[in-house]
């Protein structure tokens, strides 16, 4: 498996289109399809999934992503003194430049290559299609949840069309939600003899774990929309009806990450080590430290995750964060906290999509809004159990119920929450808890939903009194389709303008 990412980058570049600047562009025209087959397509865009997720410049190793970006403004991650390399993310200083990549690289590298498959002339390939569909509603949404309106209906016609219309967000929102409909029919009425998803790097062709991923994204997006006032309960009731059910373990993708130079996982190659090195650091792993606050507060409560979230420092051996934007040279790399061993396992390790953990407190927080049914506090528990597990807290079943049942915060014991009519706060922080590192944009995105948790500092010299909601509209966009780019003011980083942050 040593050398399967080399060989799908190859692939993708000599059966798609070629390796340049074009590589893989959305100007191609969706009516020329390419001439690799489903098959050959599918692992190299769950690679790019990957990618984008965690570091969308692989080619550079920039390590901008949604995972960076989520995890510095939702109050986790933080710049050691004496390193400066995420200042602007803690100073709020967004511009139409800042993590552009994220915009340029998901519709070209990521959405094109899903486009291609479910466009693919052929038959017997729906499975494939419909995996297609869903890892595209995946990639919009978050696009959607990032900037507001987005290219949706002409995004993959440019090369008739260079200037392609935005669309409403809630509009793509309400179309990609019936995309994940179709997919999850498409795969119930499979035709007999069709192929198998021999070549899938998440599910390994388990169609059944697919539609209960699309069923957790419907989720996802409902819960995206609580504040919105819209009556949202006919969907809610399928998504529970159609017996589908949600996952009960991580979404994960692994096409053969090595050791080896430009084979690692994109997580481990910004924040972990060297290829063949465990001391050689990677590019971002002095530089990037926990938020004091939230090592703080997994100190004060006694938090087994601590020590598999962070190592102790290199000069005293104490836990130690860092407060966003602050330079002191007190908060240098060797005097404060490095990555621990639960995120930077190796340079093999999957790749997370959506945590175990996550698909459970999402459903703990609709069962406690009374969206679907369900025992909230049974759910809650299970979720902090499963986060337990997937940073690999020894004994995690009992470590888990230890900390639940002893804490005496009230956020983190259920039966203190519910007295003190905090359920949605808890169900909220332990998601940031869990998923803080490994799925920053979601815990960014419910600190936007939510205000939890509402402890977080803004950080000292910020440009701004409230974290970010959005970023800008790329400089790349204003250049070549400025007709079409909604206008923006000084404060659309900030003003929620997102159909459903209100």
């Keep these: 498996m040593k050398n399967t990412i080399k060989f799908i980058f190859l692939l993708i570049c000599t059966l798609v289109v070629s390796c340049s600047e074009n590589y893989l562009d959305v100007n191609k025209s969706s009516s020329s399809p390419s001439s690799a087959t489903p098959d050959l397509i599918l692992p190299a865009a769950q690679k790019n999934s990957a990618d984008m997720l965690y570091n969308a410049d692989i080619l550079n190793g920039s390590g901008d992503s949604f995972n960076l970006i989520g995890s510095i403004f939702s109050g986790v991650m933080s710049d050691a003194g004496d390193q400066v390399w995420y200042e602007p993310e803690q100073q709020y200083l967004i511009i139409n430049t800042t993590y552009q990549r994220i915009w340029n690289n998901t519709y070209t ?53 260079t200037q392609p219309v935005y669309d409403d967000d809630k509009a793509v929102y309400d179309a990609i939600y019936e995309e994940l409909n ?32 699309a069923n957790t994204l419907k989720l996802r997006m409902l819960l995206r929309q609580v504040n919105t006032g819209a009556d ?22 692994n096409p053969g990450y090595a050791d080896q130079t430009d084979q690692q996982n994109p997580f481990y190659t910004v924040f972990g080590f060297v ?10 792993h002095d ?6 606050y939230f090592m703080e507060f997994l100190k004060d409560n006694d938090d087994p995750r601590l020590s598999r979230l962070f190592l102790p420092a290199e000069v005293d051996g ?25 995120l ?7 790749l997370q999509v959506m945590l175990g953990s996550e698909s459970i407190f999402l459903q703990a927080e609709a069962a406690q809004r009374g969206l679907i049914p369900g025992d909230a506090g049974a759910l809650y528990k299970a979720g902090i159990e499963a986060s337990f597990s997937e940073l690999g807290v020894p004994d995690a079943t009992t470590e888990a119920t230890d900390y639940e049942s002893s804490a005496f915060n009230n956020v983190i014991n259920w039966d203190l929450a519910v007295a003190a009519g905090k359920e949605i706060e808890a169900i909220i922080t332990q998601k940031w808890i869990a998923g803080g590192y490994i799925s920053g944009f979601e ?15 803004i950080p000292q010299g910020a440009r701004n009194t409230t974290f970010p909601s959005n970023l800008l509209y790329p400089e790349s966009e204003l250049a070549t389709n400025s007709d079409n780019v909604p206008s923006q003011g000084s404060n659309a980083a900030f003003d929620r303008h997102t159909f459903w942050m209100q």
Excluded at 185 to 194: A, F, L, Q, T
Excluded at 232 to 253: K, M, R, W
Excluded at 275 to 284: E, I, V
Excluded at 287 to 292: V, Y
């Design 182 to 213: 179709k997919a999850i029919d498409m795969i119930d009425n499979v035709p007999d003899g069709s192929l198998s998803v021999s070549t899938d790097a998440m599910f390994g062709g388990n169609m059944e774990l697919w539609q209960q991923f």
């Design 318 to 342: 104490e836990y130690r964060g860092v407060p966003q934007n602050n330079y002191d040279n007190f908060y240098r790399s060797d005097n404060t906290s490095a990555l621990g061993e639960g």
């Design 109 to 161: 590298l990521t959405l094109y290559p899903y486009h291609l498959i479910e466009n693919y002339e052929g038959d017997n390939w729906d499975n494939y299609r419909a995996i297609a569909k869903i890892m595209k509603t995946f990639h919009f949404a978050m696009l959607v949840d990032t900037y507001g309106d987005i290219p949706y209906a002409e995004a993959f016609g440019r090369g008739a069309n």
């Design 287 to 292: 530089a990037t430290r926990g938020n004091e």
């Design 232 to 253: 949202l309960s006919s969907q809610y009731n399928e998504i529970v009806n159609n017996g589908i059910g949600f996952l009960n373990e991580t979404a994960s993708i």
């Design 443 to 457: 815990v960014w995105m419910d600190r936007v939903r939510t205000n939890f948790p509402s402890g977080i500092p």
């Design 275 to 284: 290829p063949g090195s465990t001391t050689s650091p990677a590019r971002n």
């Design 344 to 350: 930077l396992i190796g340079s093999t390790q999957p």
